[in-house]
């Protein structure tokens, strides 16, 4: 999450225009008991990505260099 670049935000916020990206475990799902989470299947290493209105290349491109820089 730390290494994905622009259009990409990472933000707890769910309700804007803009491609975010959230760890529940630690933003929104924080109050809750990690065995509760886990039965909702929210686990430590859970992330979401809400695509916003950028351009579909600008996001495919981003989150592609960030994935590829796990395998380094």
Not at 9 to 17: D, I, K, P, V
Not at 58 to 70: G, K, V
Request: glycine letters at 6%; a negative charge.
């Amino acid at each position: 999450m730390n290494s994905v670049r622009r259009p990409w935000t990472l933000a707890e916020n769910l309700g804007a225009c803009e491609s975010i990206i959230t760890c529940p475990s630690v933003m929104t799902h924080a109050n809750m008991l990690r065995e509760d989470r886990l039965k909702v299947g929210i686990s430590d290493g859970f992330v979401r990505i809400s695509c916003g209105i950028e351009e579909v290349k600008e996001l495919i491109n981003a989150l592609s260099e960030a994935l590829n820089e796990l395998t380094n």
